[in-house]
């Protein structure tokens, strides 16, 4: 009997510690693919921002060269009428 009772806590023992060794941290390469699907989303949102910031003042300056244009027509114009 004594045999037996050591034989069931040295199982129960081994068990716990197998399973608290596992419990804690997830394994490496489980957690890789999710590492890199993260960092290619947030590279992804990067160049979207980027591109959308270089758009806007692309945007911005052709504004203000059909803002010049118009000045110098209109300053044309009123120099023609001068003459």
């Known amino acids: 009997m004594?045999?037996?009772?050591?034989?069931?806590?040295?199982?129960l023992f081994a068990t716990a510690s197998f399973a608290a060794s596992h419990a804690g941290a997830p394994m490496a390469g489980a957690s890789a693919p999710k590492a890199e699907a993260k960092a290619e989303k947030k590279e992804?949102?990067?160049?979207?921002?980027?591109?959308?910031a270089e758009a806007k003042a692309e945007k911005?300056?052709?504004?203000?060269?059909?803002?010049?244009?118009k000045k110098e027509a209109k300053a044309e114009k009123k120099e023609e009428a001068k003459k």
């Not at 992804?44 to 959308?52: D, G, H, M, S, V």
């Not at 911005?60 to 244009?69: C, I, L, P, V």
């Open 60 to 69: 911005k300056e052709a504004k203000a060269d059909a803002k010049a244009d």
């Open 2 to 11: 004594n045999k037996l009772l050591a034989a069931l806590v040295t199982a």
């Open 44 to 52: 992804a949102k990067a160049e979207k921002k980027e591109a959308k």
